[in-house]
């Protein structure tokens, strides 16, 4: 792989962390800034012919009345956010996903390799899609701080899209969210991944929630997700969907999927399971975008941060064991 300069464009001083750009315009470019060091970022490049954005998964029919139009409310809501409104002429250009980011130090090839997989929440969507701050960038950053070699996080998060078009996109190599952004499905991910991955963090379910999906058919379509992982022999860890505060209703849904979502991961069908309201409380503001759906990029980056401490002790056993 190349490493290439990430598109953006950074005020001197100011919002260092977010990410900007012009779709479809290479901007004048400059290395993704973490603290006082340029962090690197690498674009996977893709292989094979380039597939169609895929069928998307019907799960209508196992939706029900209750509370129906107050979640018909909340995705027809989400689903507008995170278009970007057509007025505005720049807008930013993530590349084609995953895209990768690397730890500041040490230098040298990545000793561990994760790859950050879900929707909007992945990919850092925040100011009505004007800037994006994924939390895997955070993480890299972490991770190479705690265990002192080079990591590698990469990044592929599709705005809008159900865990249910996650299952029917999974051997896409082209697929175009709400937002215009474009990655590839999870199969084809890692089918194409240039060396092994130590872990997958999967993180989807807020968009089935927002179509009245029940959370034991969500549940479902995230299973089928870890056991594409399987499949490829990469552990994964389960990340419910975030706390949904600009919505009580869609709140209480969420809730069930997660204990759900605990409850079969306790079974250990996953390395882990995680809860990212624990990392990131809906009741502090400063961590929530202004549309309450999504994570500020201070949210973002405390996720990435109390993330590392999760995955710590997976990469270590993972390592330990290969020695052994």
């Known amino acids: 792989m190349m490493l290439v300069p990430y598109p953006t464009l950074l005020k001197p001083h100011q919002e260092k962390h977010v990410i900007h750009g012009v779709r479809g315009v290479l901007p004048t470019c400059r290395m993704v800034a973490m603290d006082s060091a340029p962090a690197h970022v ?35 809501m989400a689903h507008q956010i995170e278009r970007p409104i057509a007025t505005v002429k720049k807008m930013p250009n993530l590349g084609h996903m995953p895209i990768v980011f690397r730890s500041q130090s040490p230098a040298g090839s990545p000793k561990y390799s994760i790859l ?20 895997g960038r955070t993480l890299a950053k972490m991770l190479g701080t ?12 599709h705005s809008g899209h159900t865990a249910s078009e996650m299952v029917a996109n999974m051997d896409q190599t082209t697929i175009t969210d709400v937002g215009g952004q474009v990655g590839k499905g999870l199969r084809r991910s890692l089918m194409e991944m240039s060396r092994p991955l130590d872990l997958v963090l999967l993180m989807t379910g807020t968009n089935d929630i927002g179509k009245g999906v029940e959370p034991s058919a969500v549940l479902e379509d995230i299973i089928k997700l870890h056991e594409i992982c399987k499949q490829h022999g990469v552990p994964s860890m389960a990340l419910s969907p975030p706390p949904i505060p ?16 605990a409850m079969w991961s306790s079974a250990g069908h996953v390395e882990g399971f995680v809860d990212p309201g624990q990392l990131v409380p809906s009741n502090c503001p400063k961590s929530w975008d202004p549309d309450r759906l999504h994570f500020s990029p201070e949210g973002s980056q405390l996720l990435g941060q109390q993330l590392a401490n999760a995955v710590l002790p997976i990469l270590r056993r993972k390592r330990a064991a290969s020695r052994a």
Do not use: W
């Open 42 to 76: 690498t674009h996977v490049a893709g292989t094979g012919a380039h597939g169609n954005h895929g069928a998307h998964g019907a799960h209508g029919q196992r939706t029900k009345g209750h509370r129906g139009s107050r979640r018909i409310q909340f995705h027809a």
């Open 246 to 261: 600009m919505n009580t209703d869609a709140e209480a849904t969420r809730r069930q999927l997660r204990d759900l979502l």
């Open 116 to 135: 950050c997989y879900g929707d909007s929440l992945t990919a850092g969507f925040c100011d009505k899609g004007m800037k994006f701050e994924p939390y």
């Open 146 to 157: 705690l265990l002192k070699v080079p990591c590698e996080v990469l990044v592929c998060g």
